[in-house]
């Protein structure tokens, strides 16, 4: 974030604690888009985002008292967006995979499309659609400590600075954690690689880093 942002965001905030409603519509207006985003990485399902993002700025209005700017707003902001998804997925633990058919056309095709996961961690692949799928699915099955760090990393584009900030680790904790669900999905993928390609992956390929 710019130096500009992060000062207009100092502003806006110190309006929402006098009590200022407008500026905090601003600030929804800001982030919202980004919010549900997020939300729909970690929940695959339109209507649980959906109330991620009320749960998540009903939650930064009742407690923006607490924001003491020692990190971006942002930072603090995705670490109720990333708490508020994981309570929604405890909620519905007992359904555990929601179908992409279940999503309206638009919200299915945009998220399909949305931005492009790096693949820095399997280059040996070609994404088509159905990988997609099938990553998207190997993702949502990782333990919800490797998942936020992936999340938010390799698929929101965060850095290991703001990933740490968010999740309130220490930046080697991160790239620890980045770097064995790195792993955990390449093996995970390993079987459909095999069949996609019909070649057998070396065992001794050079590891992933975890500084990518």
Same mark, same amino acid.
């Given at each position: 974030m710019s130096a500009s942002q992060a000062q207009i965001d100092r502003e806006l905030i110190k309006q929402v604690k006098k009590g200022s409603q407008e500026a905090f519509e601003e600030l929804v207006t800001k982030y919202e888009t980004k919010v549900l985003n997020l939300a729909?990485?970690? !929940?695959?399902?339109?209507?649980d985002a959906e109330e991620v993002l009320q749960d998540v700025f009903s939650t930064i209005h009742r407690k923006i008292h607490l924001f003491q700017g020692k990190s971006a707003f942002s930072s603090w902001m995705y670490r109720i967006v990333v708490n508020a998804a994981f309570m929604k997925l405890r909620k519905r633990r007992q359904d555990k995979s929601i179908p992409m058919e279940d999503l309206s056309p638009t919200v299915r095709q945009q998220y399909l499309d949305g931005d492009p996961i790096q693949t820095n961690f !399997?280059?040996?692949f070609t994404f088509t659609r159905e990988l997609r799928e099938i990553l998207r699915g190997?993702?949502?099955k990782l *333990?919800?400590?490797y998942?936020?760090?992936f999340v938010l990393r390799d698929v929101n584009g965060l850095s290991n600075q703001e990933v740490a900030e968010v999740l309130e680790l220490?930046? *080697?904790?991160v790239k620890s954690r980045l770097h064995r669900s790195r792993l955990m999905l390449r093996k995970k993928l390993k079987r459909y690689y095999t069949e996609f390609t019909g070649l057998i992956p070396c065992d001794d390929a050079k590891p992933i880093s975890a500084n990518a």
């Open positions: 729909m990485r970690y !929940t695959r399902n339109q209507e !399997t280059d040996e190997a993702i949502e *333990p919800e400590q998942r936020s760090v220490s930046i *080697p904790a």
